[in-house]
Nanobody, 130 residues
């Protein structure tokens, strides 16, 4: 049984940083498409970043609003996914979810679609104040 557990959320001021972690059991990160999503109150769940290993190359996708500020990475030895978030803005506030997909790659045209993933963590709250 796959279990994903997020941690690292919290409250920070604008311009601050946080690092989210997602520990997996019953699942090997390095083999599949992994992603981070977020959901603000009253809004749809939004794909923030995804990552997968394509042979000797690691592929990463970012939504435009976080490109250059967030970095997705994984530690295969620890089977843990990370999201380093720098220069945080109030609009980054929301519940952040880790997601794991059944495919060996993240489709470039659907990496932000929740249906691309079939396992989800319970979420960790990020609040950024101005």
């Amino acid at each position: 049984q796959v279990q994903l557990v997020e941690s690292g959320g919290g409250s920070v001021q604008a311009g601050g940083s946080l690092r989210l972690s997602c520990a997996a059991s019953g699942y090997t990160y390095s083999n599949y498409c992994m992603g981070w999503f977020r959901q603000a109150p009253g809004k749809e769940r939004e794909g923030v970043a995804s990552i997968y290993n394509g042979g000797s190359t690691t592929y990463r996708f970012y939504t435009d609003s976080v490109n250059g500020r967030f970095t997705i990475s994984q530690d295969n030895a620890k089977n843990t996914l990370y999201l380093q978030m720098n220069s945080l803005k109030p609009e980054d506030t929301g519940m952040y979810y880790c997601a794991a997909g059944p495919r060996l790659h993240c489709p470039a045209d659907r990496w932000q679609a929740p249906s691309t993933y079939n396992n989800w963590g319970q979420g960790t709250q990020v609040t950024v104040s101005s």
